[in-house]
């Protein structure tokens, strides 16, 4: 840690505002909550000249409800939410409270949490260890050294809300020069651990929604990690899903930590019509199994992750249809 | 860049040049002397130095003093009324939840965050709302004795 900090803070009054700052000051950064990005600062992870301030934005710190989606400000923290009873509406949501220490998650935002950078043994240390190490093809240096005959970055997108929102169907408003639109979570995000957002240049995430009828689903979510508290997800599963007569009607599975993105898988027909049995269990995790390759970006190996993303998966729905079934 | 904010420390109302680039650790430590607030890893890791700001518990090493501007900040420096021990300090005390001492001044802010909160937490609450707090002494079983201890004392606050 303890790399000197240097740089000037814009504090801008609405999103415009601070997406005119961003586009007339290269290389500037958003802050919102600072838990991520701080940490990075820290370690020398990029030097931006500037940073622009998103805490004093009004517009994205609103709570409010729209007749068919509750529509959350980016910069509302997760505290907040957790305050407001988010995870009894949508159960998924309890990923909230799955993210880092009570301290941070009075700072951290939702925002700051879908836009989280991409995380990986070899990056997250401070400079003197990375140089040490040659760095590495994400900063600094030419060779990934968790698949160093590729030319590609595998950091793992390591957000825990991420996956809970993509099952539950959420929307994010994303505000540029061209003006403001909204698109679907899974669209914020890309396969390249170097450059896993499709925000284009100055863009900012102002407002996250759900659909209100979300709330009807049997949602939830489960993490694995090496403790209980403060440690990023080894492999996090979000599972939405409705299930008649013991039968799953509905599924979405949505998985983080394994990859540079959270992935959404909602293309079932083998499992759906069917009662969660060992081998329609099966069936699903190995067509998640297609997707998620975790790799030595952890701890962790590789494999144990894949496995207990798998675990959780199973343990999920499982769960998630016994509890339809005693609601009747 | 620099500039002059506002903000209320430990009870007081004061006003201070703090360059934009300062973490509120710093602030707190190298220019008002606070030095109560300990700095463990630098990281978010290990709540070392947990203060208040507007009675929530947060991280000082992970915050930006300016982003405190017009807040209220207390530190383990506030806690005892007129020089005496807090119910939480006495606790800690008494039933051992402090040894070398480093994360103390973090694991009673984070307490006191609580029972601001929830004057009578169960063992699985008070697990919780100290989870981001590392001691590398005590094992916990005695912070979580020293909080109950505390809650038994009575008195919310001081
Ligand atoms: C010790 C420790 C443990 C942690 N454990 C976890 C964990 O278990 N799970 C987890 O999910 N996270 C964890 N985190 C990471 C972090 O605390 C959270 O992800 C938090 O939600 C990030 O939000 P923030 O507001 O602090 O983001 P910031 O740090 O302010 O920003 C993060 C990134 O997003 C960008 N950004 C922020 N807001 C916007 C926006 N509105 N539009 C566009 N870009 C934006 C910033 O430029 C930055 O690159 C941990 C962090 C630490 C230090
Ligand atoms: S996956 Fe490779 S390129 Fe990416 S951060 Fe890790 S070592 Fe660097
Ligand atoms: S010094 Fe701030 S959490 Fe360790
Ligand atoms: S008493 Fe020594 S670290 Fe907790």
Not at chain 1, 269 to 284: C, K, M, R
Not at chain 2, 55 to 83: D, F, N, W
Not at chain 2, 87 to 105: D, I, M, V
């Amino acid at each position: 840690m303890s790399a000197e900090m240097d740089f000037e803070l814009a504090t801008p009054k609405d999103a415009s505002e601070a997406v005119a700052l961003m586009q007339a000051n290269p290389g500037a950064c958003y802050i919102a909550g600072g838990t991520d990005l701080v940490a990075n600062l820290r370690r020398g992870i990029g030097a931006p000249p500037m940073l622009i301030a998103l805490d004093g934005i009004a517009e994205m710190q609103t709570i409010a409800e729209d007749g068919t989606h509750l529509v959350i400000g980016a910069s509302v923290t997760l505290a907040r939410l957790m305050a407001e009873g988010l995870p009894k509406r949508f159960a998924a949501m309890s990923a909230l409270a799955e993210v880092a220490g009570p301290g941070l998650r009075e700072a951290a935002t939702i925002g700051g949490n879908l836009c989280l950078d991409t995380r990986c043994i070899f990056y997250n240390q401070s400079k003197w260890w990375r140089k040490a190490n040659g760095y590495c093809l994400k900063l600094d240096g030419d060779t990934c050294h968790v698949a160093p005959k590729g030319k590609r970055c595998h950091a793992a997108f390591s957000g825990d809300v991420a996956p809970a929102l993509l099952v539950l169907g959420a929307e994010v408003q994303v505000v540029g020069s061209g003006g403001a639109r909204w698109m679907p979570l899974s669209d914020l995000y890309r396969e390249d651990g170097l450059d896993h957002l499709t925000l284009g240049a100055g863009e900012l995430l102002v407002a996250v929604r759900i659909p209100l009828a979300a709330a009807a689903l049997h949602s939830g979510y489960a993490k694995s990690r090496l403790r209980k508290a403060v440690d990023f997800p080894l492999a996090g599963v979000a599972v939405a899903l409705d299930c008649k007569d013991g039968r799953i009607a509905d599924l979405r599975v949505a998985v983080t930590g394994t990859n540079p993105r959270p992935i959404l898988f909602d293309h079932f027909p083998d499992a759906i019509g069917q009662e969660p049995t060992g081998a329609v269990l099966d069936a699903i995790t190995r067509e998640i199994g297609k997707d998620i390759t975790p790799m030595r970006t952890t701890n962790m190996p590789g494999m144990y992750r894949r496995q207990m993303a798998g675990v959780l998966v199973k343990r999920l729905i499982t769960r998630l249809c016994a509890g339809q079934g005693a609601k009747g | 860049m620099a500039s002059i904010i506002g903000l209320t420390i430990n009870g007081r109302k004061q006003e201070h040049l703090i360059p934009d680039a300062m973490l509120l650790v710093d602030f707190l430590r190298d220019k008002l002397g606070l030095t109560g607030t300990k700095k463990g890893c630098d990281g978010g890791e290990c709540g070392a130095c947990t203060v208040l700001v507007d009675g929530k518990q947060r991280l000082g090493c992970m915050t930006l003093a300016k982003s405190v501007a017009g807040k209220t900040v207390e530190t383990i420096e506030s806690v005892g009324p007129h020089g005496r021990l807090s119910r939480l300090q006495t606790a800690f005390h008494e039933k051992l939840g402090t040894q070398c001492g480093f994360c103390t001044p973090g694991m009673i802010m984070a307490a006191e965050s609580l029972l601001r909160d929830n004057p009578d937490p169960d063992e699985d609450e008070i697990r919780t709302a100290l989870s981001g707090n590392l001691c590398r002494c005590t094992g916990y079983v005695k912070i979580i004795e020293s909080v109950q201890a505390a809650i038994a004392a009575g008195e919310v606050g001081k």
